[in-house]
């Protein structure tokens, strides 16, 4: 009686030579232990890994956002601006003054006054500051009046010694860090972005005579949007209205705080954040990018009718 011929078993569609009775739960080929990808189900192929990610939506926030938001890249990418603009305008400042020295007192800031908010001034020679344009004694930088519209960004990142600029840090350090997981880094951003410039915008307005800078304006905006949020995924919102409440007063009873700023701010990053959380599912990501880019033509036109009325 003669015997049938050994049959030779599956192979690995990549790896031809090697012998497997494993399939890929999805498109069943054979694959090998080093073409085995876990799945929920069995094991999947490389070939359909692959394709499962492309054709997989990318994860998203609550409000819309992308999940790099967690990695607080955009937070601390703030804070490095703010730490950096520092130390660049203690080292400016010259005079032969320590670094720690300067950063300890508003010295080192003088160079930086071309990006705090306010009318033209002029550094004089002997490193006083005069309001004013006064060519040939010193180094003279425009107000927003003047051509300065640039220094309504810039006053976001000049602070006046380390303490101005520690505490404002932590609190960038503490809100940002959990708003941009929510919202998402490019959300976070322009949160950010339209807070500082609202606080910086209705500083110039109010108050036009007054030199004012920092990242209060900005941080005012996300104690708003920190509220708002709570409120929107339903969670406790004592403890930010508390800290608020604080920081308000202190705002009305501590000499040199811009109280426009500080509200303005506010007003501006409450109404970017109503957005960013309100805005419908449905055509979510254009309706959160329509209403920030509104309140940026608002911003701008008040600049514009500021201007115009001191021009006048």
Known sequence: MSESPPTAGPVCYRHPSRETWVRCSRCERSICPDCMRDAAVGHQCPDCVAEGRRTQRPARTAFGGGVAGREGYVTK?????NVLAALIGVLLSGGGASLAAGLFS??????????????????????????GAYPGQGDVYPGVDDGGVYRLITAMFIHYGILHLLLNMWALWVLGRNLEAVLGPARFLALYLLAGIGGNVAAYLISPDALAAGASTAVFGLFA???????????????????????????????????????GGLVAGAAAAAILAYAPRENRTLVQAVGCAAILLVLVALTALGIASAGG
């Open 225 to 263: 949007a920190f509220f708002i949020v709570l409120r929107k995924l339903k969670r406790d919102t004592s403890a930010v209205i508390g800290v608020l409440a604080i920081n308000l007063v202190l705002t009305f009873t501590i000499a040199g705080i811009s109280i426009a700023g500080h509200l």
């Open 77 to 81: 990418a703030l804070i490095g601006l």
């Open 106 to 131: 508003d010295a080192g800031q003088l160079h930086a006054l071309g990006g705090v908010v306010g009318p033209s001034v002029t550094v004089l020679r002997d490193g006083a500051v005069a309001l």
